[in-house]
């Protein structure tokens, strides 16, 4: 452990939670992409998810100082101006993964805590592969070696792209979904198939596994069709995206909330695109941590993975971030027409 991970993790460790309420919005959000043991190739170069003993310190953790809400819950409080209970938190989960399914909903289930998962309808039955865990996969080669043949062939690609190979993979972890074509491209050179490898590792939920996850009381929501970043889009596309992957989770399920959480950020959006769906759509959900949004059916959610440091740790710096920000004036978003 680096030294500023031991004086970050000292200083949290002592400061009591209750001087920590005046932070608060009263309701937590925190959310994972997934929960494994032992992290898969089509995501393990991209960030650390919880291990299950991590996941489950970080649930009791929340269980000893906050009160589980499900999405109804918080629709119906949203709907009747019936407050939260003070404390409370709802746990989310992004992307798809089966894991969701395999890992998560029996540790949800034996604690006794809703959640609510978000799917991109494209990857749904393992369709098609999210261009990041594609991104992932190829990384994961590149680790573990090329053949010579297929260095020169990558190196002759990047090349002719305007690419150093030594600057390949740092471009491929920024990588947007417009120039996801090289990814195809390169795993080609590899003769690496993701079609194969989404066929034998399915890595995505099956229909019939969301169809067991709302049979155990869990929530579900769209989280676009194929996960692009909002901000390369027009506000048409983006209005498209999120009716399109919407409409077809509402088609094949049955859903009492429609949620929708946005993939990769909300920086940006603007209010003309709340107006558009507002008939279509009853809760959005960010990722600017705590911060408190101008649209109020708009909620903002933290992330609680990684490996440093614990789900305590992250919701204590979480809140005192708030804090500071809200001190500064920086604690909410303000939305543009
Ligand atoms: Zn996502």
């Not at 938190?89 to 890992?103: N, Q």
Request: aromatic fraction near 10%.
């Amino acid at each position: 452990m680096s030294v500023k991970d031991w004086l970050i993790k000292s200083a949290l460790s002592m400061m009591p939670i209750p001087m920590l309420s005046v932070a608060q919005t009263g309701l937590l959000l925190p959310y994972y992409h997934y929960v494994n043991d032992q992290s898969p190739p089509h995501l393990r170069q991209l960030y650390a998810g919880r291990s299950r003993a991590d996941f489950t310190a970080d649930i009791t953790w929340l269980l000893q100082r906050y009160t589980p809400i499900s999405l109804d819950d918080l629709q119906a409080s949203l709907a009747s101006g019936k407050p939260l209970p003070r404390n409370c938190f709802h746990l989310t989960f992004d992307d798809g993964f089966r894991e969701c399914h395999d890992v998560i909903a029996p540790v949800l289930v034996r604690l006794g805590v809703p959640a609510t998962f978000f799917i991109c309808s494209a990857f749904l039955d393992n369709k098609q592969m999210f261009y990041r865990n594609k991104i992932s996969l190829l990384l994961d080669k590149f680790s573990a070696g090329l053949t010579p043949s297929q260095d020169l062939a990558v190196k002759t690609l990047v090349a002719t792209r305007g690419v150093s190979y030594s600057g390949l993979c740092p471009l491929l972890r920024t990588i947007s979904s417009p120039q996801a074509v090289l990814v195809d491209k390169i795993a080609e050179l590899l003769a690496f198939s993701f079609d194969d490898y989404l066929e034998t590792e399915r890595p995505y939920l099956s229909s019939g596994q969301v169809d067991d996850l709302l049979m155990q009381g869990f929530s579900i929501g769209a989280h676009s069709v194929d996960h692009p970043r909002y901000q390369e889009l027009t506000v048409e596309q983006q209005i498209n995206q999120t009716r399109a992957s919407m409409a077809f989770l509402i088609k094949r399920f049955p859903i009492s909330c429609r949620a929708f959480a946005f993939p990769h950020s909300d920086a940006g959006i603007t209010v003309s695109f709340f107006r558009a769906l507002s008939s279509e759509v009853d809760l959005f959900f960010g990722t600017s941590r705590l911060k408190k949004d101008s649209y109020g059916r708009c909620f903002q959610r933290f992330s609680l993975e990684g490996s440093r440091y614990t789900g305590e740790e992250i919701i204590k710096a979480n809140l005192l971030k708030q804090a500071m920000k809200g001190i500064l004036g920086r604690g909410y978003i303000q939305r543009k027409p």
